[in-house]
């Protein structure tokens, strides 16, 4: 009788989507919506790790990591009131659980943990938000600011951004070796 019931349940919408040729991205993620979804080159996608754009456009830029049951994308219409979709830039790594709904996510930026990053929220360049925090709906965060601790911020202008973006780079392609990549199932 269970698989009676299975069978009835509509299966999730199959975004249209735009996928660079040297993409990774496992065959356990999940993309679905009825807005464009774009994934850059060298950009790892971790299994389990959830796009949605049934409310609005998604575009994830080159060299960048999406960790498992990570999930990026609106979660209601009243979100997506702007149209304007999620842009995450270059070099971005979203870790396990986190959940972005950003507008903008900028260059070099780092999500921990479980950190959750409201609607339409702007994140500046080279930014670090800790596991467990929060971003808050609409909220401006400036280049090089690290969030951390229950409302805790400071600057970071150590300048190693470089450095970091190069650990990024070393890190895929350790990934590439570890994640079979379904590129197929999801064009």
Known sequence: MSSKRASTMPAPLK?????ASSLIIAEHASLTGTHLITLGSNTVVHPRARFNSTHAPITVGSNCIICERSSIGFQSEAAANERQGILIENGVVIEVGAVVEARTVGEGT???????????????KHCKIGP???????EVVPDFTVVYGPGMRRLDRSGVEDLKMKMVARQIEVLKKLIP?????FQ
Not at 15 to 19: A, R, V
Not at 115 to 124: E, H, N, S, T
Not at 132 to 138: D, H, S, V, Y
Not at 181 to 185: D, E, I, Q, T, Y
């Open 132 to 138: 467990l925090c929060e971003i808050t709906e609409g």
């Open 15 to 19: 975004p249209p989507t735009s996928l």
């Open 181 to 185: 990549s379904n590129l197929a199932k």
């Open 110 to 124: 780092i999500i921990e943990v479980q950190a959750k990053i409201g609607k339409g929220a702007v994140l500046g």
